[in-house]
């Protein structure tokens, strides 16, 4: 079984630009989410989707940030216009219906310059 | 006050050693607790949850939880060089899905 996957794997952006970042759950996972981890601090919630409803999104740093999951299965995650601050490593988790176990994907580490 | 609070080590121990790794919460509202296993570079890896009072045991894996002290700790019977890595702790609150990490412990693995 596939676990989740998230592409890109890096990404080097100028600030003003916008990037895009992808991730696929473990196939019949209901539950998606996305962290972050800036540089020298813990892994931080973002948001979380319930199929393709925005179920908390308390942790989402501010209106540059735009999470989709269309058809609840494929998320991204657009960053627009990224700023200096935005760079650190995002990761997408996935858990099953009703599970708080959830697993990781490799994480995508986006670099701002 | 840091809602999950881990000593960053690193922490070594020689090969075949019990290695005894540990996290405090804050919250009282907390109620499922996970370890998590990162390697350089990659992503967090499960490897024990526990939800009641007591110890779990998964191979040479043993989560213990004690939700009075509001502590959580993870110990690792003989210990392997393929053990060394950062290991995070997680917690989430009754009702949420939503994970709060500690910063991690570097755990070292001496041959």
């Known amino acids: 079984e596939a676990g989740v996957t998230q592409f890109p794997s890096h990404s080097v952006i100028e600030k003003g630009q916008t990037v895009t970042l992808r991730c696929d759950p473990i196939?019949?996972?209901?539950?998606l989410y996305w962290y972050r981890r800036v540089m020298g601090k813990e892994i931080k919630f973002l948001l979380h989707?319930?199929?393709?409803?925005?179920?908390?999104e308390s942790g989402m740093p501010n209106n540059r940030f735009l999470a989709e999951r269309t058809g609840g299965t494929y998320s991204t995650l657009k960053v627009q216009p990224a700023e200096l601050e935005d760079s650190g490593v995002y990761f997408c988790?996935?858990?099953?219906?009703?599970?708080?176990?959830?697993?990781f994907g490799q994480g995508t580490r986006l670099t701002v310059v | 006050q840091k809602e999950v609070e881990q000593n960053s080590g690193p922490l070594s121990v020689p090969e075949g050693a019990i290695a005894s790794l540990n996290c405090t919460y804050s919250?009282?509202?907390?109620?499922?607790f996970f370890w998590y296993r990162q390697y350089s570079g990659k992503s967090p890896e499960l490897i024990m949850f526990?939800?009641?009072?007591g110890d779990k045991e998964d191979g040479r894996f043993t989560a213990q939880l004690n939700k009075a002290s509001q502590y959580v700790s993870l110990l690792i019977r003989d210990s392997q060089p393929s053990d060394s890595a950062t290991y995070l702790c997680?917690?989430?609150?009754?009702?949420?899905?939503?994970?709060?990490f500690g910063k991690g412990t570097k755990l070292s693995v001496i041959p």
């Open positions: 997680a917690v989430t609150r009754a009702g949420s899905y939503q994970l709060t």
């Open positions: 989707f319930v199929k393709e409803s925005k179920q908390d």
């Open positions: 988790a996935s858990s099953s219906n009703r599970r708080t176990e959830a697993f």
């Open positions: 196939s019949g996972h209901d539950n």
């Open positions: 526990i939800y009641s009072n």
């Open positions: 919250d009282r509202g907390s109620q499922s």
